[in-house]
Protein backbone atom coordinates (compact mmCIF):
# COMPACT_ATOMS: atom_id res chain seq x y z
CA UNK A 1 0.00 0.00 0.00
CA UNK A 2 0.66 3.69 0.28
CA UNK A 3 4.04 4.93 2.40
CA UNK A 4 5.44 7.79 3.41
CA UNK A 5 9.18 7.28 5.15
CA UNK A 6 10.66 10.34 6.60
CA UNK A 7 14.19 10.81 8.49
CA UNK A 8 13.77 9.96 12.19
CA UNK A 9 14.59 12.86 14.34
CA UNK A 10 15.65 15.02 16.70
CA UNK A 11 16.82 17.13 14.75
CA UNK A 12 18.87 19.76 16.35
CA UNK A 13 20.45 22.89 14.21
CA UNK A 14 21.38 26.26 16.08
CA UNK A 15 19.81 29.36 14.24
CA UNK A 16 20.34 30.56 10.72
CA UNK A 17 21.28 26.88 10.27
CA UNK A 18 20.34 25.68 6.62
CA UNK A 19 17.47 22.30 7.43
CA UNK A 20 16.97 19.84 5.48
CA UNK A 21 14.12 16.93 6.03
CA UNK A 22 14.35 13.96 4.13
CA UNK A 23 10.78 12.67 3.09
CA UNK A 24 10.62 9.72 0.34
CA UNK A 25 6.92 7.68 -0.45
CA UNK A 26 5.58 4.93 -2.07
CA UNK A 27 2.17 5.74 -4.43
CA UNK A 28 0.09 4.20 -7.19
CA UNK A 29 -0.94 7.16 -9.26
CA UNK A 30 -0.21 10.97 -8.66
CA UNK A 31 -0.50 11.79 -5.62
CA UNK A 32 -0.51 15.45 -4.15
CA UNK A 33 1.92 15.79 -1.26
CA UNK A 34 2.32 18.06 1.73
CA UNK A 35 4.55 19.41 4.38
CA UNK A 36 2.42 19.74 7.86
CA UNK A 37 3.80 21.67 10.60
CA UNK A 38 2.79 21.34 14.53
CA UNK A 39 3.49 23.56 17.23
CA UNK A 40 3.91 22.83 20.58
CA UNK A 41 0.73 22.00 21.70
CA UNK A 42 -1.29 22.87 18.62
CA UNK A 43 -2.93 20.97 15.85
CA UNK A 44 -0.91 20.61 12.56
CA UNK A 45 -1.18 23.34 10.26
CA UNK A 46 -0.24 23.42 6.45
CA UNK A 47 2.89 24.48 5.45
CA UNK A 48 2.92 23.72 1.86
CA UNK A 49 1.92 20.99 -0.82
CA UNK A 50 2.25 19.97 -4.23
CA UNK A 51 0.12 18.41 -6.39
CA UNK A 52 2.23 16.66 -9.47
CA UNK A 53 5.51 16.20 -10.61
CA UNK A 54 8.01 19.22 -10.98
CA UNK A 55 6.15 20.96 -8.79
CA UNK A 56 7.88 23.21 -5.95
CA UNK A 57 5.46 24.53 -3.02
CA UNK A 58 6.82 27.25 -0.94
CA UNK A 59 5.91 28.78 2.45
CA UNK A 60 7.56 30.65 5.17
CA UNK A 61 11.26 30.68 4.01
CA UNK A 62 10.20 26.83 3.42
CA UNK A 63 10.45 25.30 0.18
CA UNK A 64 10.27 21.51 -1.08
CA UNK A 65 9.93 19.99 -4.87
CA UNK A 66 7.91 16.81 -5.80
CA UNK A 67 10.60 14.50 -7.62
CA UNK A 68 8.75 11.68 -9.26
CA UNK A 69 12.27 9.98 -10.47
CA UNK A 70 12.95 9.41 -7.19
CA UNK A 71 9.62 9.42 -5.10
CA UNK A 72 10.87 12.60 -2.72
CA UNK A 73 9.60 15.83 -1.22
CA UNK A 74 12.60 17.00 1.08
CA UNK A 75 11.93 19.70 2.82
CA UNK A 76 14.17 22.80 3.33
CA UNK A 77 15.04 26.05 4.46
CA UNK A 78 17.89 28.58 4.23
CA UNK A 79 18.12 29.59 7.67
CA UNK A 80 16.50 28.14 11.25
CA UNK A 81 14.74 30.66 13.46
CA UNK A 82 13.99 29.59 17.02
CA UNK A 83 9.73 29.87 15.91
CA UNK A 84 10.60 27.53 13.96
CA UNK A 85 10.87 24.45 16.33
CA UNK A 86 8.02 22.27 16.16
CA UNK A 87 7.41 18.68 14.75
CA UNK A 88 6.89 18.39 10.75
CA UNK A 89 4.98 15.97 9.00
CA UNK A 90 5.34 14.61 5.55
CA UNK A 91 1.92 13.37 4.24
CA UNK A 92 0.72 12.39 0.64
CA UNK A 93 -2.95 12.61 -0.24
CA UNK A 94 -4.41 9.00 -1.78
CA UNK A 95 -6.66 8.59 -4.29
CA UNK A 96 -6.71 12.12 -5.31
CA UNK A 97 -10.55 13.78 -5.24
CA UNK A 98 -12.09 10.40 -4.71
CA UNK A 99 -11.16 9.85 -0.95
CA UNK A 100 -8.70 12.95 -0.12
CA UNK A 101 -7.31 10.19 2.67
CA UNK A 102 -4.09 11.63 3.70
CA UNK A 103 -0.98 8.55 4.93
CA UNK A 104 1.59 10.52 7.14
CA UNK A 105 5.19 9.60 7.82
CA UNK A 106 5.79 9.31 11.80
CA UNK A 107 7.23 13.45 12.14
CA UNK A 108 10.32 14.93 12.88
CA UNK A 109 11.02 17.11 15.65
CA UNK A 110 13.25 19.76 14.56
CA UNK A 111 14.29 22.16 17.86
CA UNK A 112 16.43 25.40 16.84
CA UNK A 113 18.77 26.86 19.48
CA UNK A 114 19.65 30.18 20.08
CA UNK B 1 -13.09 31.80 16.24
CA UNK B 2 -11.29 29.08 15.06
CA UNK B 3 -12.70 27.00 11.68
CA UNK B 4 -12.31 23.58 13.23
CA UNK B 5 -12.71 23.12 17.31
CA UNK B 6 -12.49 19.82 19.16
CA UNK B 7 -14.20 19.71 22.91
CA UNK B 8 -13.02 18.71 24.94
CA UNK B 9 -9.72 19.33 24.86
CA UNK B 10 -8.09 17.51 27.86
CA UNK B 11 -9.96 13.86 29.04
CA UNK B 12 -8.96 11.59 31.72
CA UNK B 13 -11.29 8.38 32.05
CA UNK B 14 -11.45 5.03 33.67
CA UNK B 15 -10.92 1.80 31.25
CA UNK B 16 -14.71 0.67 30.36
CA UNK B 17 -15.97 4.31 30.27
CA UNK B 18 -17.85 5.46 27.16
CA UNK B 19 -16.19 8.68 25.66
CA UNK B 20 -17.30 11.04 23.24
CA UNK B 21 -15.24 13.57 21.44
CA UNK B 22 -16.62 15.76 19.42
CA UNK B 23 -15.68 18.15 16.83
CA UNK B 24 -17.33 21.26 14.87
CA UNK B 25 -16.77 23.48 11.34
CA UNK B 26 -17.08 26.60 10.39
CA UNK B 27 -15.51 25.97 6.98
CA UNK B 28 -18.87 24.85 5.04
CA UNK B 29 -16.95 21.40 4.24
CA UNK B 30 -18.44 18.13 3.62
CA UNK B 31 -15.28 16.24 4.26
CA UNK B 32 -14.64 15.34 8.02
CA UNK B 33 -12.06 12.82 9.50
CA UNK B 34 -10.75 11.89 12.78
CA UNK B 35 -7.29 10.67 13.27
CA UNK B 36 -5.19 9.82 16.28
CA UNK B 37 -1.62 10.49 16.90
CA UNK B 38 0.76 8.13 18.91
CA UNK B 39 5.13 9.31 19.30
CA UNK B 40 6.45 7.50 16.68
CA UNK B 41 3.66 6.71 14.39
CA UNK B 42 2.65 9.67 13.22
CA UNK B 43 -1.20 10.79 12.60
CA UNK B 44 -3.33 7.14 11.85
CA UNK B 45 -7.06 7.50 9.94
CA UNK B 46 -10.38 6.08 12.51
CA UNK B 47 -13.12 7.29 10.49
CA UNK B 48 -14.16 9.66 7.43
CA UNK B 49 -17.10 11.30 6.17
CA UNK B 50 -18.18 12.60 2.67
CA UNK B 51 -21.28 13.67 3.95
CA UNK B 52 -24.25 13.13 6.78
CA UNK B 53 -25.26 9.77 5.10
CA UNK B 54 -21.81 8.02 4.10
CA UNK B 55 -19.70 6.61 6.89
CA UNK B 56 -16.43 5.16 6.18
CA UNK B 57 -13.55 3.38 8.43
CA UNK B 58 -10.40 3.74 8.28
CA UNK B 59 -6.96 2.09 8.90
CA UNK B 60 -7.78 1.89 12.55
CA UNK B 61 -11.77 1.66 13.59
CA UNK B 62 -11.62 -1.21 16.04
CA UNK B 63 -13.20 -0.27 19.44
CA UNK B 64 -14.09 3.31 17.63
CA UNK B 65 -17.92 4.66 16.55
CA UNK B 66 -18.40 7.67 14.92
CA UNK B 67 -21.58 9.81 14.14
CA UNK B 68 -22.75 12.46 11.67
CA UNK B 69 -25.06 14.63 13.26
CA UNK B 70 -25.48 17.74 10.85
CA UNK B 71 -22.24 18.97 8.04
CA UNK B 72 -20.79 20.63 11.02
CA UNK B 73 -20.47 18.07 13.47
CA UNK B 74 -18.63 14.84 13.19
CA UNK B 75 -18.19 13.01 16.65
CA UNK B 76 -16.10 9.74 17.66
CA UNK B 77 -17.04 7.42 20.27
CA UNK B 78 -15.26 4.89 22.20
CA UNK B 79 -17.99 2.66 23.27
CA UNK B 80 -15.58 1.23 26.57
CA UNK B 81 -12.55 2.50 26.84
CA UNK B 82 -9.25 1.33 27.23
CA UNK B 83 -5.25 2.19 28.31
CA UNK B 84 -4.19 1.43 24.73
CA UNK B 85 -6.91 3.88 23.53
CA UNK B 86 -4.73 6.85 25.43
CA UNK B 87 -3.66 8.98 22.54
CA UNK B 88 -4.36 12.98 20.86
CA UNK B 89 -7.29 12.83 18.88
CA UNK B 90 -7.39 15.39 15.94
CA UNK B 91 -10.72 15.69 13.69
CA UNK B 92 -10.05 17.47 10.26
CA UNK B 93 -12.30 18.79 7.56
CA UNK B 94 -11.56 18.96 3.44
CA UNK B 95 -13.58 20.10 0.86
CA UNK B 96 -14.39 18.23 -2.11
CA UNK B 97 -12.35 17.50 -4.94
CA UNK B 98 -8.61 16.60 -5.74
CA UNK B 99 -5.98 18.45 -6.61
CA UNK B 100 -5.67 21.89 -4.91
CA UNK B 101 -8.88 21.16 -2.98
CA UNK B 102 -7.33 18.13 -1.08
CA UNK B 103 -6.05 20.24 1.64
CA UNK B 104 -7.06 19.06 5.04
CA UNK B 105 -7.90 21.65 8.11
CA UNK B 106 -6.85 20.24 11.45
CA UNK B 107 -8.95 21.39 14.99
CA UNK B 108 -6.62 21.67 18.30
CA UNK B 109 -7.22 17.82 19.14
CA UNK B 110 -8.17 16.28 22.47
CA UNK B 111 -5.60 14.46 24.50
CA UNK B 112 -7.49 11.59 26.05
CA UNK B 113 -6.04 9.73 28.81
CA UNK B 114 -7.66 6.09 29.72
CA UNK B 115 -6.44 5.02 33.11
Same mark, same amino acid.
Given at each position: ??????????? %????????????? +? %?????????? +????????????? &??????????? &?????? +?? &?? %??????? &??????????? +??????????????????????????? | ??? #? =????? /??? =??????????? !????????????????????????? !??? #???? /???????????????????????????? /??????????????????? =?????????? =? #??
Amino acid at each position: GNSVTQMEGPV %TLSEEAFLTINCT +Y %TATGYPSLFW +YVQYPGEGLQLLL &KATKADDKGSN &KGFEAT +YR &KE %TTSFHLE &KGSVQVSDSAV +YFCALSEGGGATNKLIFGTGTLLAVQP | DAD #V =TQTPR /NRI =TKTGKRIMLEC !SQTKGHDRMYWYRQDPGLGLRLIYY !SFD #VKDI /NKGEISDGYSVSRQAQAKFSLSLESAIP /NQTALYFCATSDFGGGARD =TQYFGPGTRL =T #VL
